[in-house]
């Protein structure tokens, strides 16, 4: 297992799950629909650094920690298609090797409907 | 969403993203929610939210994930840590799992066509019951089984579910006594099968996805992985990342997303793969450089038919050629030396254009023993004239080495579907096919199908005969020789080649005249040529299962209701079964419940069970072809025609919940069930290898660690396969290769995923990707139309130089998702001799602007 070590927002909890940070902008308010979705952005090891930095500038991106070449990231957005939309444009990060969806809860979207 | 509910929903997902970057997911106890009904760790749940396991339904990869649904509908997706094939990962188009069952225009009612003449366009279908919709279908399939059987058809799927497809095949096998049966598996995997079943008289692949961790060179030869299986792309790049040493040579005829990343890129003109294996084969013997002790202990050495042309004609199956194509003779290691040497590496060269040195480099690679090499491939290599050929070749090189069915030392042949190896071929869901490899044509086969499927000794011998491959089936109907097709799970009005034939837009009409029954979930271009169209349900609207690329058969639960009145595939199987076998016997009792009884109640018109029960109980009996044991007829025949159907040992249903899917043969060894990782492969059970098989089929301490005890006389075939051209050589009038394929955002036909908006945005429209310097000679530029014309037929499309491919000069590129384009007007439908698979990727053109 590699070295896990937190690069951006979020404190971690007692028992070593990072705690969710607040909303960062961009991103759906309180009241308003959310869809939450968490990936693993690989990245070449040199760039890891520079990536979470470029990839937490984004509205409603938090990245928790990184673990080697790898960042745990979760969008905020006001739907899946915003997510999606999201999570494809990092590719375009220069240092980006590959997004790797783990979790999408989108039980705002479907209550809408 | 409350605050409290999203900061919790937040650090659930934080925390499965951790454990996923980690790969300690599946150890995360507690961490969040209730487990799954599968056992699963799961996310977010809460309260009247219920969470079931469930497979990815967008491609081959096979990927487990867990489903959350609140109110009868789906509100997460979770990438499931406890499937071994992902580990918790997904590719980003798992955003929209979900959204494929919420398209706007989800097919809820049965839907019938009054008027023929209104085929071929939109409008034309009006609703109507089920009852009226499914005595339609059935009168019309008895009316032509009792007339003329050989004029009736069932098209089926690499994605139609295991339980599925192997009720339509006993239905349509025995039932009907029909082998015009065949899947679109036919169309993505059938030279995958052939090459198998010629080399090792087994069809799976010996390895699994965890080969791709261990491996120190990737080989891609044909195969797009970063746009066709992303995550196992993904995997493959991590493996990069994770040692600098890793190298990938990718074989392509253009270069693709998959050529980008690689280290060197070799590439040929089409058609001469063929000559570059010969090459480094030949260089490997010639410069002593294969194993030899593996080559003692394991091969033996074949040549078959040569100069076999091509499959233009109707008549060609039947032709003296044609009939010949699968013969091979036993030659020895001297004479397949000799019948390599004239590919010497400059023979490659000028055959493919790759420069002698690369091909050297590549052979040089396979030599060196101290590093794993691991073989890919896809479509370019299985939709090829040669395809069956060409996976020989593949082998060939690999077993020459002993690089075989060792952890990251292998060669894996990579799917198209999410089921097409669960069940168009384990089930066996092609015309010359009964379930678990068994063939019609052979009757020790028959026989032990007989046992299982209650059936009288000899019923099977009127099917010995095997029935319609896809294309002979597709030209069959265009002649107007078929009078009753169902398809399901399929969309083959845009998916198969030479659609000018096949939709009647040449001089065959058949498709007009046919009656045509079609389950579907949305409206596809194939429902404006049905009579009849009955609404399916979806995914993880029923219980299903699948069989996916590396053995691994996994089942998706049933997690919301499908729509209106769109039933249950299996439900309308059974409806159409029980109308057309009305009154019909079987051995002196009743057809229907001799076949299907034990889990359909006909009069009542209903399942004797849950989703889960009714599944289970077809799965116990399928099971039984790897169980003789639970069969006392059928174990008899086993004994004594030598099958050893237990070698393919499959596991009770339930286990495959309980595990999130197990990697078969799965071997019942004092009461436990163990998978296997490495087929063939000598080792500990517990850590994946293949010690129970070996243990009593093979030998140990033979070379390499391996035992090919599935093989005849335990000895794979090196079949030499020498090159042969293309169907069709650029000329004067037609002076391009057209390739065609699948890209990223949409799964094959786009009958799902363009009804996302988000995937259908990001490629809205099939281009044709040109490269510029012959746009240039063309006087085109990006963005013009023009019209492609083959001897088939023409289509208009969009130019671009800036595509996700860049094909070479000569050689241009269009994916076959888009039915306002449909390429397949003109792609030929030329097919592999040897597995009936058409050669999508070698049609030659003409580009004109319009």
């Known amino acids: ?113 | 969403m409350e605050l409290t509910r999203r900061k919790f929903v937040k650090t659930t997902a934080v925390a499965l993203a951790s454990a996923a970057a980690a790969g300690t997911m599946a150890t995360m106890a507690g961490c969040a929610g209730e487990p799954a009904k599968g056992g699963a760790q799961a996310p977010a749940g809460q309260g009247d939210v219920t969470r079931t396991v469930g497979v990815c339904r967008f491609c081959g990869c096979g990927c487990g994930v867990i489903v959350e649904a609140r109110d009868g509908r789906l509100v997460s997706v979770t990438g499931d840590p406890e499937n071994g094939s992902n580990r918790g990962l997904n590719c980003v188009k798992g955003y929209y799992l979900a959204s494929a069952l919420y398209g706007d225009d989800r097919l809820t009612t049965p839907l019938v066509r009054d008027d023929k003449a209104t085929k071929g366009a939109p409008g034309g279908l009006r609703e109507a019951t089920w009852d009226e919709a499914l005595d339609l279908v059935a009168s019309k399939l008895r009316e032509t089984w009792k007339a003329d059987k050989s004029r009736l058809a069932f098209w089926g799927s690499g994605q139609q579910p295991i339980v599925e497809g192997y009720c339509t095949a006993k239905f349509w096998k025995a039932g009907l006594l029909s082998n015009n049966i065949d899947p679109n598996a036919r169309l993505c995997m059938a030279s995958a099968v052939v090459g198998f079943m010629n080399v090792f008289q087994t069809d799976e692949p010996a390895g699994c996805y965890a080969d791709i961790d261990e491996a120190d060179v990737f080989v891609t030869w044909g195969a797009n992985m970063a746009e066709a299986h992303p995550m196992l792309y993904s995997r493959l790049t991590a493996r990069k990342l994770a040692d600098d040493r890793v190298r990938h040579y990718d074989l392509t005829t253009l270069r693709t997303r998959t050529s980008a990343s690689a280290d060197k890129v070799l590439m040929f003109k089409p058609g001469a793969d063929i000559a570059i294996a010969n090459a480094i084969a030949s260089y490997l013997v010639e410069n002593n450089l294969y194993d030899k002790a593996f080559v003692a202990d394991h091969l033996q050495f074949k040549q078959g038919t040569e100069n076999i042309g091509n499959a233009f004609e109707d008549g060609y199956d039947a032709s003296e050629t044609g009939q010949s194509v699968d013969a091979v003779t036993s030659i020895t290691f001297e004479e397949y030396a000799a019948r390599l040497a004239p590919y010497t590496l400059e023979y490659a060269e000028e055959v493919s254009g790759v420069p002698a040195a690369d091909i050297q480099e590549l052979a040089e690679v396979f030599a060196d023993k101290s590093r794993k090499v691991l073989s890919l491939w896809t479509m370019g290599v299985n939709q090829h004239n040669r395809g069956t050929w060409m996976n020989h070749c593949i082998y060939n090189i690999h077993l020459l080495t002993g690089r075989y069915a060792r952890p990251g030392d292998g060669a894996f042949s990579l799917t198209g579907q999410p089921t097409a190896c669960g069940t168009a071929r384990e089930v066996g869901t092609f015309s010359h096919r009964l379930p678990a490899d068994l063939l019609v044509a052979q009757e020790p086969h028959r026989r032990y199908t007989e046992a299982i499927w209650s059936l009288p000794e000899g019923y099977l011998d009127a099917i010995a005969k095997p029935g319609f491959h896809t294309v002979k089936m597709f030209r069959e109907l265009s002649k107007g020789n078929i009078d009753f097709l169902w398809s399901a799970h399929n969309n083959w009005a845009v998916s198969l080649p030479n659609l000018t034939r096949f939709l009647g837009r040449g001089d065959k009409r058949g498709v007009i005249d046919a009656f045509i029954c079609v389950s579907e979930v949305y409206p596809t271009l194939s429902t404006q040529y049905a009579d009849v169209v009955l609404p399916a349900a979806m995914w993880v609207e029923r219980e299903g299962q699948f069989g996916n690329g590396e053995r691994r058969t996994a089942v998706f639960e049933k997690a919301v209701d499908p729509p209106g009145d769109a039933r249950w595939d299996l439900w309308m199987l059974m409806e159409v079964a029980k109308r057309v076998l009305a009154g019909e016997q079987i051995g002196g009792k009743d057809a229907f419940d001799v076949l299907f009884g034990a889990w359909y109640d006909p009069e009542a018109g209903a399942f004797r069970g849950t989703d889960r029960e009714v599944s289970r109980a077809i799965w116990e009996e399928y099971r039984t072809f790897s169980n003789p044991a639970l069969n006392e007829a059928a174990a008899a025949i086993n004994e004594s025609a030598g099958l050893k159907m237990e070698a393919k040992q499959l596991a009770p249903y339930d286990l495959y919940i309980d595990n999130h899917g197990l990697t078969w043969p799965v071997r019942e060894v004092d009461g436990e069930w163990l998978p296997t990782l490495w087929r063939f492969c000598d080792g500990p059970q517990a850590d994946g290898f293949d010690e129970q098989g070996v243990e009593r089929y093979g030998e140990h301490d033979r070379a390499g660690g391996v035992s090919f005890y599935k093989s005849a006389g335990k000895r794979p075939s090196v079949v030499f396969r020498p090159w042969e051209p293309p169907a069709e050589i650029p000329d004067d009038e037609y002076p391009f290769y057209l390739c065609t394929g699948r890209l990223l955002e949409h799964w094959h036909t786009g009958s799902m995923t363009r009804r996302i908006a988000e995937l259908d945005r990001a490629l809205p429209e099939a281009l044709l990707d040109v490269n510029p310097a012959d746009c240039e000679r063309l006087g085109v530029k990006d963005g013009d139309r023009v019209r492609v014309t083959s001897r088939y037929g023409s289509c208009d499309i969009t130019v671009s130089t800036t595509g996700r491919t860049a094909p070479p000069e000569g050689i241009v590129f269009a994916p076959f998702f888009a039915e306002e384009t449909l390429i397949n007007l003109v792609v030929q439908d030329v097919y592999c001799p040897l597995s009936k698979e058409p050669d999508y990727k070698k049609t030659t053109v003409s580009i004109e602007k319009i």
């Open chain 1, 1 to 113: 297992m590699m070295a896990s070590d937190q690069v951006a927002v979020g404190p971690r909890g007692v028992d070593g799950v990072p705690e969710p940070a607040p909303v960062a902008s961009g991103a759906p308010t309180a009241g308003e629909p959310v869809v939450i979705s968490s990936l693993v952005v690989e990245t070449a090891p040199e760039l890891a650094g520079a990536v979470a930095g470029e990839l937490a500038a984004l509205p409603g991106v938090e990245v928790h920690e990184r673990q080697g070449h790898k960042l745990v990231v979760t969008i905020e957005a006001a739907s899946v298609e915003a997510s999606h939309a999201r999570a494809s444009s990092f590719i375009q990060v220069a240092g980006v090797t590959g997004v790797n969806l783990v979790y999408c809860n989108f039980e705002d979207e479907a209550a809408a409907r």
